[in-house]
């Protein structure tokens, strides 16, 4: 052979750049014999390899041949030009050869931004005022005098949640297809009639006394705060908090006169930001603030509210014997050891940053996944990781309180596989596991059966159960849609 081979564009060099020496130095024997020393090579360096050369990432990242002929003619090479100078009979033999030489390699699409990732300072602000309200039971508690009171107060509660839970779900549907006017419309109505109905109940079974009044607050404020987390308004909810907190620190509790005016002041502050939250997002924000990035709260989002159909009854219907069962479990352990309540309203916080983390991982297997199988494998993964480690923040919660943790965790379980499994829109399944186990322990508990070990078998299935569905169902790319 008279030269190296031509493995990749450039390689080789010219020999005249070296006085016509040929590779290997002076002592190697020159070409072929009847060739003068100082006659130049058989072989050139081929002019096309400087173009591989200039072009190598765009004809790597070709998928056809006739790409790198729109490269060439883009660049403004002429027939003649590509006989003359590159020996190539015309333009697409060339842009060929090209294509033939450079091996493809495709370059990785820049990542997407993780729609699913945790607003950690988000979920601590909701954390906060998810546990706060506990405090008005602690200040109210001097309000009740007698069994009747906390009859009406629990029943009152445990309608408020069935129904805002029900209401939530239909208002973060409006607000998906109409925006902040479409859930507002939504919530202008059904807090204050969820609100009514509820507190007429508290009314009701405990009678006029500071006990119905403390119930009647309590369903006022419950429609409230539903109406300020849907709207994003959680730091209107927080300040409407303080004055609870502050007096929940004062030493040896308020009197009976005092822990009403603040209880009262509370909830004051809490409906008046929920309704002008409302009033807000149904405010237009200026001339053709429909039109533009106003977020739905102008007269064209207005417009797509009413034109966007509100989801049928029976699709938040399951949302809403969820929130009754979850209620009536919640009330069950409460009645065994309020301590275990405590904990589990404190980890709510980190609970919903641990489903938005499961969401943003599952959105990064989809995209590393090659294979059914290997996202269901992620994906499972993934389950847990966050199950486990919300289990692990119970544990840690049980051990500062000095509860019983076995308690604590299954109940911790059931609630967060279903409220994960709610996220994908899967509401029948967690409804009816739920309500089989505050069923069961309900029944047990007025049996007068050893409550304990009924309600934590029943809590222990339900949660297995959810768990072992959460697997199955969410192991489909199909449910990531």
């Not at 739905?296 to 069962?325: K, M, Q």
């Not at 943790?405 to 739920?434: S, Y």
Request: hydrophobic share 50%.
């Amino acid at each position: 052979m008279s030269g190296p081979l031509q493995l990749l564009p450039g390689e080789g060099g010219d020999l005249r750049s070296s006085g016509g020496q040929p590779p290997g130095g002076p002592g190697e024997v020159p070409g072929p014999r009847g060739k003068s020393p100082s006659a130049p090579p058989g072989w050139t360096v081929d002019p096309a390899d400087a173009l591989a050369e200039r072009y190598a990432e765009q004809i790597a990242a070709a998928v056809h041949a006739d790409e790198v002929a729109a490269l060439l003619e883009s660049d403004g090479l002429s027939a003649d030009g590509i006989e003359e100078r590159y020996g190539r009979p015309d333009l697409f033999s060339l842009a060929e050869d090209l294509y033939a030489r450079v091996p493809r390699h495709y370059p990785e699409p820049p990542p997407a931004p993780d729609p699913w990732r945790p607003d950690g300072t988000r979920c601590l602000l909701r954390g906060l005022v998810f546990a706060l309200p506990a405090l008005a039971y602690v200040v109210g508690a001097p309000l009740w005098t007698g069994p009747r009171d906390l009859t009406g107060l629990v029943a009152a509660a445990l309608l408020a949640w069935a129904f805002n839970q029900g209401l939530s779900h239909r208002a973060y549907a409006r607000l998906a297809t109409g925006g902040p006017a479409g859930a507002a419309r939504t919530l202008r109505l059904g807090a204050p009639a969820g609100a009514l109905g509820t507190a007429a109940l508290g009314l009701l079974l405990s009678g006029p006394t500071t006990g119905g009044v403390f119930a009647a607050g309590q369903s006022a404020y419950l429609g409230a705060a539903s109406v300020l987390l849907v709207l994003g308004r959680e730091r209107a909810l927080l300040a409407g908090l303080v004055p609870l907190a502050a007096g929940a620190c004062v030493p040896g509790g308020l009197p009976a006169p005092a822990a009403l005016v603040l209880l009262l002041g509370t909830v004051a502050l809490t409906v008046a930001a929920a309704a002008l939250s409302v009033r807000t997002s149904l405010r237009p924000s200026g001339p053709g603030a429909g039109g533009g990035a106003s977020g739905g709260t102008g007269a064209g989002a207005a417009g797509e509210a009413e034109s966007g159909a509100a989801p049928a009854l029976r699709d938040s219907l399951p949302y809403g014997l969820f929130g009754l069962a979850a209620g009536v479990l919640a009330a069950l352990a409460g009645a065994e050891d309020p301590r275990a309540v405590v904990v589990l309203t404190l980890s709510m916080g980190a609970a919903e940053w641990l489903l938005y983390r499961y969401r943003s991982l599952t959105v990064a297997a989809l995209r590393a996944s090659t294979s059914p199988g290997g996202f269901a494998r992620r994906a499972g993964r993934g389950l847990g990781l966050c199950l486990g480690g919300y289990l692990l923040l119970l544990c840690a919660g049980a051990l500062i309180a000095d509860t019983d943790p076995a308690a604590l965790l299954a109940l911790g379980a059931l609630l967060w596989t279903a409220l994960l499994l709610q996220a994908f829109a899967v509401a029948w399944f967690p409804a009816a596991v739920a309500l089989a186990a505050a069923v069961t322990g309900t029944a047990a508990r007025s049996a007068e059966l050893p409550y304990s070990h009924v309600q934590l078998s029943a809590t222990v299935l339900a949660a297995a159960v959810l768990a072992v569905g959460a697997a199955r169902l969410l192991g489909r790319p199909a449910a990531h849609r």
